[in-house]
């Protein structure tokens, strides 16, 4: 047997193998490179001017509003500049109708939409959205004496709703399949948390922000409300939309939120306007 001729086709293989590895190696990089966000003119914008700009519609308590000085203030105010300071940058808001906001990304004018908005899965084309900061969907609220009513045992139930209301239309849906299970519409969410109050009611079905805001005010009255439960099939949440061309904005964004929600700001912040942790 020829040892060094076996010997040399062992170097040949092994040459041409690290060749096909390192071959592969550098394809796959150029792939992973290709698929980073290389180009976003609004980071780039906020790079430069140390500025990020907020469409908000400033009619929206107590998400945001204006004062009599024309200064923003509010829930999404709060979370707009600290989101800004882990950025690195400033936050300025631009007061525009509800309508309106999606088009200020697409005409390159503001850099992002903080604003209780709710997904538009037809305008996908356009705008990116963040992960829910906020769920303002329909939840349960009973008094806080009761053990809790379970959406799953609402046997011989009554529970108020604002007539018309999504709590409404779901308290009927729930009744043509729940035994005993009766409806009390009321003028608005208000008198339906009061009817609950007042034992009228077992519960209520009501948005989340009116919920918040009722329940924390609670400590004085005789028989306080509680939220027991959200609602999945009703969920609402609220997101925040960049522009499709702005990947590196939408990332950082997300990062941002991720780091207020993880170290406890966002419970903060809910504390501060709306009395105690929004779910």
Do not use: H
Not at 148 to 173: C, F, P, Q, V
């Amino acid at each position: 047997m020829n040892y060094k001729n076996l010997n040399s086709k062992f170097q040949n293989l092994f040459a041409k193998r690290t060749l096909l590895l390192c071959s592969l190696f550098i394809v796959s990089l150029f792939i992973i490179w290709s698929l980073l966000p290389t180009e976003d003119p609004a980071w780039s914008r906020i790079q430069q001017t140390k500025t990020i700009t907020f469409a908000t519609d400033a009619t929206f308590p107590p998400f945001a509003s204006l004062d009599e000085k024309g200064n923003f203030f509010g829930f999404d105010i709060d979370l707009g500049n600290e989101l800004a300071k882990r950025l690195g940058v400033k936050a300025e808001f631009e007061a525009v109708s509800y309508d309106g906001l999606l088009g200020t990304l697409i005409v390159n004018r503001d850099d992002a939409v903080l604003s209780a908005f709710v997904i538009q899965p037809e305008r996908s084309k356009d705008v990116s959205y963040t992960p829910s900061y906020f769920n303002a969907g329909i939840v349960l609220v009973t008094r806080v004496e009761q053990d809790g009513i379970l959406l799953n045992n609402l046997t011989n139930k009554t529970l108020s709703a604002e007539y018309g209301s999504e709590g409404d239309a779901l308290i009927r849906k729930w009744g043509r399949v729940t035994v005993g299970l009766k409806a009390l519409p009321m003028k608005d969410s208000i008198e339906a948390m009061l009817a609950v109050e007042s034992g009228k009611a077992d519960g209520a079905l009501v948005d989340a922000v009116s919920a918040y805001q009722y329940v924390s005010r609670g400590e004085s009255r005789a028989r306080p409300l509680k939220i027991s439960a959200s609602v999945p099939e009703a969920d609402a949440p609220y997101v925040m939309a960049v522009s499709v061309k702005s990947p590196i904005l939408l990332r950082e964004l997300t990062k941002a939120l991720d780091e207020i929600k993880n170290d406890g700001t966002m419970s903060q912040l809910r504390v501060k306007w709306f009395g105690e942790a929004a779910r």
